[in-house]
């Protein structure tokens, strides 16, 4: 790959390839395609390394690696086809905002804040002249002098974070522009002009030279059908750090809510010139956003997220595998989901070795032809390896965006697989809230760019890693949701907790299987793909992958409303209890669903299955069957939560009680308990997301302990900083030694047991709405040769590598894959010893045929236990020789001495 730079009048930065071999398989295109081409360029939008250190959000825009250029930018919209996006070198706040149409960028609404953020180019402190320029044409002949706004340029745009994508979503800067009432606006101050009202068409000028620390600003507006000066205004002055950052353009109104749904104005003819500028070609973002894949029993997934490219035609979405250095082209699509993603399935892929590939995506300009290109790796499968480790995530808002530090630590472990295990956004993700009614495919394009920020921040923890990604209720614009086989929530009286509490969606089913594609297409085939109500889809599955057998559930889907199961007198708000003499023990049997029939008839059926290699079993779910928090005694709900304060380091917090959270799974209790006796039966290890708190805890049903383990991580950013200060002993309690482990109940009276929960607590470590709210990760390594799991849990802002251990308290923990059955034995079967045969399964059924569990053995010897006496059936098998042993009527003795040698051949 050779570099060459090329004018700003064509585009930033092009990647030329000049590998014959490589030509020769990337260009096998359409030749309707070769015949209008002038040229092609191709674009590599590679890995983007972080450029700032994780841990300290360093101030300083330049860096070792960016060196500073002198800058002649133009747009090239003009050679743009039309379409619902505007080209990889910008960000659209918001992005259903902001399409190309006939050369122009027009901003297709009249509401406040709206911008359009440059994305290659940055000013730094570096002070020497600049000159920015736009056409502007205004749209919305509705505007009224009274109203307020801005229509121009935004300079110097900063985010929270030294970091373009930071200053991209929230840069807030240097307004420079018209107001409605023709008057010329400069940051806060507003200069008169000769207009009464701002002009349909004008030409904004800007132009700093430095004067000593500060710079002289002049501003021309222009009638750009004929050059005339309309206003000038000079000697302005300007804070030399009001203008480092960002560049962008501005459409900001505040007019008459009856007007806003019409566009506000175009934007065209884009200047920018300067010397001592940054420009990177990494921080192109599209038209491939990231990519995410799975493998599965040689069967191949992949899911490639594109922008709104559809409209472009001939436009082709290309995968290509690397075969002896060669790119061959494997699958063909165009873009047509409505998710803006494409999904490839590729049948008998080779495990044995890691093969890169890359997603290239071409699309015709007027005046030339584009390739860009994403690239990855199909990791090896690690069925050789003995331990293989899982990343958990889950819980993203946009506190800590970009965040470098998670993807920087997380690299650090090079886990096998990455896990996020819902809410990969939150409603409020990026500002400007969510659009919930109106065009289908605005809803999609608000989504898309909520999940664009999901991408942008973590795709380089799973570009060259398996990843499993299932969404939870914010996902699909929920603050909690039952969703009662599929069914249509009632909207009529608002999208708030009346809907939600209605059961079923709030959002159009349409919607809610776009959001199911984009994340979860690239999931192994659903065990059963049989739709629900209003035909939405369905992904619950079985992930075999590196000797690991994941089962996928989906706890909402199928989960019953607690307003419509609760007696009216439990007064259920938002699925909270509301009347406080109301005792949600004493309705513990009650009539509702958890799992649904559906999905504990695929449970039955993974139990049993210890095909393709699979020595041990886990569990994946939104959240975890158990409600592990507590709130003070006078809250009904948890509302309060993000206001309660954050204690000290080693501070032990007085007067929680138990919560009575019926969005858990720790409701409804009975078919809690069904759930977790059903998943004990394969020694099965669970996984969730969802608590905004990191624990880990051992499942109990008749007494403490007889069940499985479980690890919910902590948030990634955390909004609701949940906690667990349950009444106990406290004297002695230390940070270290922390008095709530131990055996408890939580608010529906399930039991617990306690090992280690990752509270929020004050840790000095700016900014604190970040750090002190228990925020980070899990890895979760399973070794198969021990058959041991150990679960790590760190903060976002730990060195995984320190040689101090800045985990979580209790944290880091081993358990045995047997304890994932804790119920304690009453009797014994005879010691089973299989001759000629590697690791068999072994199954153990009651007198009633029913299976007590399944597991693979680590060794030619197992001794079962059981849990009561009598007789049973053991099935021996040889999996991967297709090889049985039935052995009936087999007594169990609470001391069993006898061993059964037994050969499969």
Known sequence: MAQLWFPFQTIFLFIFSHNDNNYNTLHNLKSTCMNRRKYIKTIALGTLLPSFSASAFPLGLVSQNKALETIQFKSNWHNWPDMKWVGPEYWGNRLQDWRLKNGRVVCNISAKSRNLQLLTVQKTEYMSPLRVSVDINVLNKNISPADEGCLGIRLGCKGPFEDYRSAAVFGKGLDIGLKPSGKLQVGDISFETKLTQIPNDYQLITELVPNKSEYLLKVLILDPTNDQLIHTQENISVESGSVEGNFALLADLNIAKSHTSKASATFSNWNISADNLISNKDQLYGPICFAQYTLHEKKLKLTAQLAPIEEIENHTVILQFQEQGIWKTRKNAKLEHIGRAVNFVIEDWNTSTEIPYRILVEIPLKNETHQYTFDGTIAQEPMAKDAVSAAVFSCNFHYGFPDNDVQENVSKLNPDMVLFLGDQFYEGTGGY?????????????????????????????????????????????????????????????????????????????????????????????????????????????????????????????????????????????????????????????????????????????????????????????????????????????????????????????????????????????????????????????????????????????????????????????????????????????????????????????????????????????????????????????????????????????????????????????????????????????????????????????????????????????????????????????????????????????????????????
């Open 433 to 905: 809230g969510a659009e919930r009614s109106g065009n289908l495919d605005n809803l999609c394009l608000d989504y898309l760019r909520k999940w664009m920020m999901f991408g942008w921040s973590y795709r380089e923890l799973f570009r060259h890693k398996p990843c499993a990604i299932i969404p939870d209720d914010h996902d699909v614009y929920h603050g909690n949701v039952w969703g009662e086989s599929g069914k249509k929530a009632d909207t009529s009286k608002g999208h708030g907790m009346l809907a939600q509490d209605s059961g079923g969606y709030k959002m159009p089913a349409e919607w809610i299987n776009m959001v199911q594609f984009t994340q979860t297409s690239h999931l192994p085939d659903p065990y059963d793909p049989t739709p629900v109500q209003q035909n939405i889809g369905v992904y619950y599955t079985t992930w075999n992958y590196g000797g690991l057998s994941f089962a996928i559930l989906e706890d909402r889907k199928f989960k019953s409303a607690p307003k419509h199961v609760l007696p009216q007198e439990a007064q259920v708000r938002n699925g909270w209890i509301q009347n406080r003499e109301f005792d949600i023990k004493k309705h513990r049997d009650l009539e509702a669903v958890l799992l649904g029939k559906r999905q504990h008839d695929f449970i039955d059926h993974w139990t049993r299955d210890w095909s393709n290699g699979v020595e041990m079993k886990v569990v994946l779910s939104q959240t975890n069957f158990a409600t592990v928090a507590t709130l003070p005694k006078t809250a009904l709900n948890d509302d309060v939560v993000p206001s309660l304060p954050i204690p000290q380091k080693g501070e032990y917090v007085l007067g929680d009680v138990p919560t009575v959270d019926m969005d858990s799974n720790g409701w409804p209790a009975n078919e809690r308990d069904k759930a977790v006796k059903a998943v004990r039966k394969c020694f099965a290890f669970h996984i969730a997301g969802d608590q905004h708190l990191g624990s880990f805890i051992q499942y109990g049903t008749d007494e403490h302990g007889d069940s499985g383990y479980a690890f919910a991580g902590p948030a990634l950013n955390n909004i609701w900083p949940r906690r667990f200060w349950p009444e106990v002993n406290a004297k002695d309690h230390t940070y270290e030694k922390p008095a709530y482990v131990g055996n408890h109940e939580d608010g529906f009276g399930n039991k617990i047991s306690v090992h280690a929960v990752g509270n929020p607590f004050n840790t000095g470590i700016e900014p604190a709405i970040v750090h002190n709210r228990a925020t980070g990760y899990g890895l979760v390594t399973f070794n198969k040769k021990e058959r041991t799991i150990t679960t790590a849990c760190w903060p976002r802002y730990a060195n995984p590598l320190s040689n101090k251990n800045e985990q979580f308290p209790g944290w880091p923990i081993t358990i045995k894959q047997e304890d994932n059955y804790g119920k304690k034995a009453k009797a014994w079967l005879p010691t089973i010893m299989v001759h000629n045969t590697n690791k068999p399964v072994i199954l153990v059924f009651d007198k009633r045929d029913q299976l007590v569990y399944s597991i693979r053995m680590a060794t030619n010897t197992f001794t079962p236990k059981v849990f009561e006496e009598g007789k049973y059936t053991i099935v021996i098998l040889d999996v991967e020789k297709n090889r049985k042993k039935t052995l009936k009527n087999i007594r169990a003795k609470t001391a069993n001495k006898r061993i059964l040698e037994i050969s499969l051949v």
